[in-house]
């Protein structure tokens, strides 16, 4: 079997098919899914095709929609030239989560080029035909299954094809979403105060939690600790984005491409279970005492975890939303813009939650190493001079720091990923 481009043409028929058969190679042979079809479909003419479950119905209008380029026979599109030759509204759910109702209806047009104003005229136009007024500016996770379907539907109508191919499109179910929340335990800070105070614990290595506080503060009010802290939080931030970045559009390009993918994700795999903390003699051979090192520790800490992540977002991101894609004739571009990269971003924004944790722990490492500053520096100095309480407090502001890190991530999540 060979590629076969659907032909297009101008003239009065809208569909032509002819002698069309599709083969599917199994691990049990070759399965025939499609035999010896042929049909033409006149122009304003409405075509049902039925058939039982399992008969190549998705198939053939799969071919029909340019989705499956490999089959027997032949496919001409007739359309006029003047409008999009078709649009198709698939059976499972295709709606982009990532883009509020008004943008899904107008994904076709902006694709095309149509300016902004005159596309959401146009989308508000069909979300009104479709009975979802008042649900433009809302994401899909907001709908119901057969509200999405709607959305798919007026998403097809909005370009104004010359052909309508729908699968099954009243096939959706209604879904159920829930929540949770999470709290945030305080109750062993008082049993390690009065276990402090009574002498069940050794106060020389685990003084209570009141004096570790009045540490903190004095350390902060003086000014002692301020830029320590500065100079962790620069690299901590500088770091992340020198590594999660380049890290997440390789990621999605690992994603996109199967050769890039078998090329690199070996490397990934076998680079990833080396310590990372075993690479600090290396980079300080390489870096000096200076801040290549630390910053490179805090990049390293969030590359992998990203790269993973991202390549994953993509892999896991369904195949149908390509296919809207394709559907539309997008770009390759386009494609990565409006599908591969939104689809991905909610595993990159969790390996972002991953990775920021992990850069912070090897910045402080290599702060107690190999500089002068940083809150790393300030630990291994109280290690040093025995200061205990000053050893905790340090610990208390680099806790802090980490949930904080999580918190800013979290509210960039909420930016970038708003339909989750």
Not at 228 to 243: P, Q
Not at 253 to 274: C, E, F, H, N, Q
Not at 374 to 392: A, K, N, R
Request: charged share 15%.
């Amino acid at each position: 079997m060979q590629a076969v481009p659907v032909q297009m043409r101008t003239g009065p028929p809208a569909v032509l098919v002819e002698e069309v058969s599709k083969t599917f190679p199994t691990r049990k042979g070759l399965l025939r899914a499609l035999e010896r079809v042929s049909f033409e479909v006149a122009r304003g003419q409405f075509t049902v095709i039925v058939g039982p479950s399992g008969c190549g119905k998705t198939t053939l209008l799969r071919i029909l929609g340019g989705l499956e380029p490999e089959f027997e026979g032949r496919v001409v599109l007739y359309a006029d030239g003047g409008r999009t030759p078709f649009a198709m509204v698939f059976q499972e759910q295709s709606v982009f989560p990532w883009m509020t109702v008004r943008d899904n209806v107008a994904y076709g047009l902006a694709l095309r080029g149509v300016p902004r104003a005159e596309r959401y005229a146009v989308a508000e136009r069909w979300i009104e035909r479709v009975h979802l007024g008042g649900f433009a500016d809302a994401y899909p996770h907001q709908l119901s299954g057969g509200m999405k379907q709607r959305v798919s539907i007026a998403r097809a109508f909005a370009v104004d094809p010359e052909i309508l191919l729908m699968d099954e499109p009243f096939s959706a179910l209604d879904e159920a979403i829930t929540l949770g929340d999470n709290a945030f335990p305080l109750v062993w800070l008082g049993a390690w105060e009065v276990a402090a105070r009574v002498g069940w614990m050794d106060a020389r290595f685990f003084p209570p939690p009141s004096l570790i506080l009045e540490t903190l503060v004095r350390g902060l009010v003086s000014g002692e600790l301020v830029p320590h802290l500065g100079a962790t939080l620069a690299r901590l931030g500088v770091g992340f984005v020198i590594g999660a970045i380049p890290a997440a559009l390789l990621g999605i390009l690992m994603g996109l491409s199967p050769w890039v993918r078998a090329a690199l994700d070996p490397v990934v795999a076998a680079l990833y279970p080396i310590p990372k903390s075993a690479l600090l003699p290396l980079l300080l051979l390489i870096f000096g005492l200076g801040e290549g090192s630390k910053l490179t520790m805090s990049a390293i800490g969030v590359f992998f975890v990203m790269v993973v992540n991202a390549m994953e977002g993509v892999l896991v991101t369904g195949r149908v939303y390509f296919d809207v894609a394709r559907s539309f004739s997008a770009t390759r571009w386009q494609i990565i813009r409006t599908v591969a990269l939104p689809g991905a971003l909610p595993l990159i924004m969790a390996g972002a939650r991953l990775g920021i944790g992990l850069s912070l722990i090897l910045v402080v490492l290599s702060e107690m190493l190999g500089a002068r500053n940083g809150l790393g520096y300030v630990l291994w100095s109280s290690w040093q001079t025995f200061s205990v309480p000053t050893l905790y407090a340090v610990l208390m502001i680099t806790a802090v720091l980490g949930y904080l890190s999580v918190l800013a991530v979290d509210a960039l999540r909420r930016v970038l990923v708003p339909w989750q």
